[in-house]
């Protein structure tokens, strides 16, 4: 008997769709150019960063401007242990430290913050990225006496795998969050929250555990970024940047679903390598209006405009084929 | 020993003239039009080299330059609330998405801003020099910008606070801050009000800005932030939306800058931000909020 008969057709193509993309995906290093490796790597990064960010502040509508904070973490991890002068620990190692370091830090962040609402919460998160920086800088400068560290070898083809990985774990842990009873908690908290606790939602509970899960991805990814830096010091880890690009691309791309923000970020990055080097100052100006005109015109993002074509189109489409269909009804 | 104490005051209250400058716009920026303007250094970036330009270029006095940085920015600040955030207000199904959506797109007005400017000004340093000579008081050398800037800062402070506590258009402007609802009803335009303290906001910013090219060398258009950082560190400590709050919140801030930096200046900034995160989960509506 045929199984694949008891999928409907939708998903059958999808399925063949995933298929023939991570087949793309995990061959694509064998035929490609070294400029095409590192361009997906880095796109794989910003996914990251974009999902992770909006499968917390999406739902919850809580303004999270941490996520340069916990990349950072990632990345400061890299350059203590896996340093140029002799990695104390190996790759896969370094990124399991970092990533646990960022779910300490947000753990504790969450513990203490997530008690304040709204605009609080955005302000902390983000006094919380310079805070670390000027921290780290200030030990580094007086107690280990360098300015920055630079960061051991690892090949294109290396990173590429890993964020890969890190991609499509971060993806399956958003996709059933939201699937699961978390997912639907933090949907209430974002609706209302004081209604979301009075119906047995622990909301402090809720939200602490799913921003420390978003966090584990954007120290994963800072980890795993860091060696194609080079060099590394508090200044470069911990960009607000960082904290702002992940925003940028899940409200360009809609936070609402799951590929708005993944669509965000792969035009984000693709754009950026492309034309960041050439118009640097009218690139980052463009995205500033592209993201106003979003937020008034789009506020679902590009992901809110493909039901709204489909609708549009549809209607004429089937009119158009059911007309063709009746003229030639009316011929014979 | 009293001249160090003296010369720790003096140059705290000095920084803390232009902090209280810096964050009196966010104030009013949040307290009553409810947005969180990050892009508030943007402006404070735009006085800043405004003045450059005008006094470089033209050779206008930077002190009166601001008769015309001043409503060029007000204007620019007024005309932006009217667009962007009034229609943004309208669309706002909750207070709590018009906080989010009006920081996204202060978050949009900053890359653009700052990018104009980086396309006007290019991404060099720009200083001038204007009453920078020294003056001795009690032993100790100040700069007479510095303190002309402080003078400022003091008398723009108290003018702010007569016109708020005194004249029509700064009672609409607290009571609009208190309950927009129903301001309105009682016959304040709360279309014209909000707009007037965006660009209240903006003024003051520019003028901080002015007063910071003046002081310190080297503006560039990439200042904004870190000055956002500070109007939000003295904001928070203050209270957001108290007026007063934010100016000795800014002197204070000044004090604790200069008392640390007698001590190690490189944990000054360390110093801020902890006082900054520690003040959020104490007592987040600061030292002047109401609950």
């Known amino acids: 008997m045929d199984i694949t008969r008891f999928i409907p057709t939708n998903r059958k193509l999808l399925l063949v769709g995933l298929l023939i993309l991570i087949i793309f995906l995990t061959t694509f290093p064998l035929y490609s150019k070294e400029y095409y490796i590192r361009l997906m790597a880095i796109i794989f990064m910003y996914i990251v960063l974009a999902v992770s960010w909006a499968m917390f502040s999406g739902p919850t509508g809580y303004m999270s401007l941490a996520p340069a904070a916990f990349f950072g973490v990632g990345v400061y991890t890299a350059a203590l242990l896996y340093q140029l002068k002799g990695p104390l620990l190996p790759l896969p190692a370094v990124i399991v430290v970092g990533s646990l370091a960022s779910f300490m830090l947000a753990f504790l962040t969450g513990l203490v913050t997530l008690r304040l609402k709204g605009i609080y919460f955005a302000i902390f998160t983000f006094g919380l990225v310079v805070f670390l920086k000027e921290l780290i800088n200030y030990l580094e400068i007086t107690v280990s006496k360098v300015g920055g560290r630079h960061i051991s070898y690892v090949s294109n083809t290396t990173v590429f795998y890993i964020l890969l990985g890190i991609c499509v774990a971060t993806l399956l842990t958003a996709y059933f969050i939201r699937r699961s009873r978390l997912g639907l908690a933090m949907q209430s908290i974002g609706g209302n929250e004081e209604a979301a606790a009075h119906m047995g939602v622990n909301t402090t509970r809720v939200k602490i555990l799913t921003f420390a899960i978003s966090a584990v991805f954007m120290g994963a990814a800072g980890a795993t970024t860091a060696p194609r830096l080079v060099y590394v010091d508090p200044g470069l880890a911990f960009n607000v940047t960082y904290s702002f690009i992940p925003i940028l691309m899940a409200v360009f791309g809609g936070m609402g679903t799951l590929y708005g923000p993944v669509i965000g970020a792969a035009v984000f990055a693709y754009t950026e390598i492309r034309l960041r080097q050439q118009y640097p100052y009218y690139y980052m100006l463009t995205w500033g209006i592209i993201l106003i005109i979003i937020i008034f015109f789009l506020p679902a993002g590009l992901a809110g405009l493909i039901p709204k074509l489909r609708d549009r189109l549809g209607g004429p489409i089937s009119k158009l084929w059911k007309g063709g269909k009746a003229e030639e009804h009316a011929h014979t | ?291």
């Not at chain 2, 007063?244 to 007698?262: A, R």
């Not at chain 2, 190690?264 to 900034?269: E, G, K, M, S, Y």
């Open chain 2, 1 to 291: 020993m009293t001249e160090t104490i003296l010369k720790i005051v003096v140059s705290g209250l000095l920084n803390g003239g232009i902090y209280a400058l810096i964050a009196m716009g966010l104030s009013l920026q949040y307290g009553v039009a409810k947005v969180l303007n990050i892009a508030h250094g943007e402006f404070i970036m735009l006085g800043a080299l405004i003045t450059w330009t005008l006094y470089t270029g033209f050779g206008i006095n930077p002190l009166l330059s601001l008769a015309i940085s001043g409503p060029l920015l007000f204007v620019i600040g007024f005309v932006l609330h009217r667009t962007l955030f009034t229609s943004l207000k309208n669309r706002s199904p909750s207070p709590a998405a018009l906080e989010g959506n009006s920081l996204l797109v202060a978050f949009g007005l900053m890359f653009i801003i700052q990018n104009i400017a980086i396309l006007r000004w290019s991404a060099l340093g720009k200083s001038y020099k204007y009453l920078d000579t020294v003056v001795w008081v009690a032993g100790t050398a100040f700069r007479v910008n510095r303190l002309v800037a402080l003078a400022v800062a003091v008398g723009v402070g108290v003018t702010f606070y007569l016109f708020l506590t005194r004249s029509r258009p700064g009672k609409a402007i607290r009571a609009a801050a208190q309950d927009p609802g129903t301001a309105g009803l009682m016959g304040i335009n709360i279309n014209r009000v909000l707009p007037l303290c965006f660009g209240l906001g903006a003024f003051l910013a520019g003028l901080a800005g002015l007063l910071i090219s003046m002081c310190y060398t080297g503006s560039t258009p990439f200042m904004g932030l870190s000055n956002t950082v500070i109007a939000l560190i003295v904001v928070v400590l203050g209270g957001l939306g108290s007026i007063p709050g934010s100016f000795i919140g800014g002197l204070i801030l000044g004090l604790i800058g200069s008392i640390v930096s007698n001590w190690d200046t490189a944990l000054v900034l360390v110093a801020f931000y902890a006082i900054f995160m520690i003040l959020l989960l104490i007592r987040p509506v600061g030292i002047f909020g109401k609950k």
